[in-house]
């Protein structure tokens, strides 16, 4: 069995669970049935784009087998990639940093076989790493500190679990192409000619903006925590991560030219809109007919094809609220999901739920793979600059890579509301 029909097992026992608990009266809905429903729907969550990540590798993997990947030498170039990127070490690449050189060995054939070009390296590589435990020593105090460095928290990157598609891109500009319209089937007597149809296929392009984060750093602090330039890179790719994140969801305005700034799925053209008024918003019924509203049977065929990512001002609002006191003291959350609307929370959308706030994103799921997509231009630079400003010790780490997000079918997401 492959893991991606291993994934689909447990994607499917976790859907027949969350059924039969969404079927249990009240008496039967207890804490630990809830604190089961919320596990599970995280679980889901995961287990999708796991899922959704392994049925695109077994399919790599598959052309690779039948040739479709092969170089001249007749070695697949999946192969090829996987075999260098477990020979290249990111310290090489901030050495030719320092030493101001290209990149040399195994590092500079990696570059190579992905097309990467200058002395940059793939962003691939600076995936957050397992914090370590260690000894350090604060030369201020003279007193020996052992333990565990606590990384800066961030809001759990959230993207992928609406359906958006994270793609790595080669140089130049990347283009996605998708079937607006086309002919329709039916049926025909003998000798009668098939109507014509015209095809009609647009073409979203992403062309690369620059997402970049600095930190300056002194020599004695190096020199006091010789952990602590390792974990400002660890923070450095965590902060370029959760802010690509972010800005899939509500944009980024701050460049200084237009061309620069993304757009969010809060502005982007051709997102469905659903809205839940003030009076509306305390009322299970007035809640589900927004995401009721959402089940057209082509993008979505019931609430397991909707992928709902809320706010914490939203999930605040239903898990608290008691939409009936004098019967049953249901929550507006249990009433949701007894409906069998199941959710996740990000933060740093919103905390409030009044006149004009975000309540949810949704990426409604039949179809959805690369209708949202966040191009990643593999050629990241990571610059360490201890000389700028040698004068005062200061070291400047800067990490910067280039990025897009765009919609080739938009009509597969959808922003709930809070109106008035």
């Known amino acids: 069995m492959t893991n991606s029909q291993k994934l689909a097992v447990r994607l499917s026992e976790i859907r027949q669970r969350l059924n039969e608990i969404a079927g249990l009266d009240d008496d039967g809905m207890t804490d630990e049935v809830r604190a089961e429903a919320d596990r599970l729907t995280a679980e889901y969550h995961n287990k999708e784009t796991q899922h959704r990540a392994a049925v695109v590798a077994e399919a790599d993997e598959a052309r690779a087998a039948a040739g479709e990947f092969n170089n001249d030498d007749g070695a697949g170039e999946g192969a090829e990639v996987r075999a260098l990127r477990g020979r290249v070490r990111i310290g090489e690449y901030v050495s030719a940093a320092v030493e101001q050189r290209s990149a040399e060995g195994a590092e500079a054939e990696y570059n190579a076989a992905l097309k990467i070009r200058g002395n940059a390296f793939p962003l691939s590589l600076i995936a957050p790493a397992p914090v370590e435990a260690r000894a350090t020593t604060d030369t201020d105090s003279q007193t020996n500190q052992s333990g565990r460095w606590l990384d800066r928290l961030f809001a759990g990157t959230a993207a992928e679990r609406?359906?958006?598609?994270?793609?790595?891109?080669?140089?130049?500009?990347?283009?996605?192409?998708?079937?607006?319209?086309?002919?329709?089937?039916?049926?025909?007597?003998?000798?009668?000619?098939?109507?014509?149809?015209?095809?009609?296929?647009?073409?979203?392009?992403?062309?690369?903006?620059?997402?970049?984060?600095?930190?300056?750093?002194?020599?004695?602090?190096?020199?006091?925590?010789?952990?602590?330039?390792?974990?400002?890179?660890?923070?450095?790719?965590?902060?370029?991560?959760?802010?690509?994140?972010?800005?899939?969801?509500?944009?980024?305005?701050?460049?200084?030219?237009?061309?620069?700034?993304?757009?969010?799925?809060?502005?982007?053209?051709?997102?469905?809109?659903?809205?839940?008024?003030?009076?509306?918003?305390?009322?299970?019924?007035?809640?589900?007919?927004?995401?009721?509203?959402?089940?057209?049977?082509?993008?979505?065929?019931?609430?397991?094809?909707?992928?709902?990512?809320?706010?914490?001002?939203?999930?605040?609002?239903?898990?608290?609220?008691?939409?009936?006191?004098?019967?049953?003291?249901?929550?507006?959350?249990?009433?949701?999901?007894?409906?069998?609307?199941?959710?996740?929370?990000?933060?740093?959308?919103?905390?409030?739920?009044?006149?004009?706030?975000?309540?949810?994103?949704?990426?409604?799921?039949?179809?959805?793979?690369?209708?949202?997509?966040?191009?990643?231009?593999?050629?990241?630079?990571?610059?360490?600059?201890?000389?700028?400003?040698?004068?005062?010790?200061?070291?400047?780490?800067?990490?910067?890579?280039?990025?897009?997000?765009?919609l080739p079918r938009a009509s597969n997401f959808a922003r709930l509301s809070f109106g008035a």
């Open 162 to 406: 609406i359906g958006v598609t994270m793609e790595s891109v080669a140089p130049g500009v990347a283009s996605f192409p998708v079937t607006s319209t086309g002919a329709s089937a039916a049926q025909r007597g003998r000798s009668e000619a098939a109507a014509d149809s015209a095809w009609t296929v647009g073409v979203t392009e992403l062309k690369p903006t620059r997402n970049a984060v600095r930190v300056v750093f002194n020599e004695e602090d190096a020199h006091r925590l010789p952990s602590l330039e390792a974990s400002l890179r660890r923070d450095l790719g965590m902060a370029l991560a959760e802010g690509v994140d972010r800005a899939i969801f509500l944009g980024d305005a701050g460049a200084s030219e237009t061309t620069a700034n993304i757009l969010g799925l809060n502005t982007a053209a051709g997102v469905v809109d659903v809205e839940v008024s003030q009076a509306d918003k305390i009322l299970g019924p007035g809640t589900l007919a927004a995401f009721t509203g959402l089940i057209d049977g082509i993008h979505a065929m019931g609430f397991g094809d909707l992928m709902i990512c809320t706010s914490v001002g939203a999930w605040r609002l239903w898990e608290s609220t008691i939409i009936n006191a004098a019967a049953d003291n249901m929550t507006l959350a249990a009433f949701l999901r007894k409906a069998g609307v199941t959710w996740s929370a990000r933060g740093e959308i919103e905390t409030a739920t009044d006149d004009g706030d975000w309540g949810a994103f949704i990426g409604r799921s039949r179809g959805i793979d690369g209708a949202g997509v966040a191009a990643l231009w593999e050629a990241g630079m990571l610059l360490r600059d201890p000389y700028s400003a040698s004068a005062k010790g200061e070291i400047n780490l800067t990490l910067s890579y280039f990025w897009n997000f765009g």
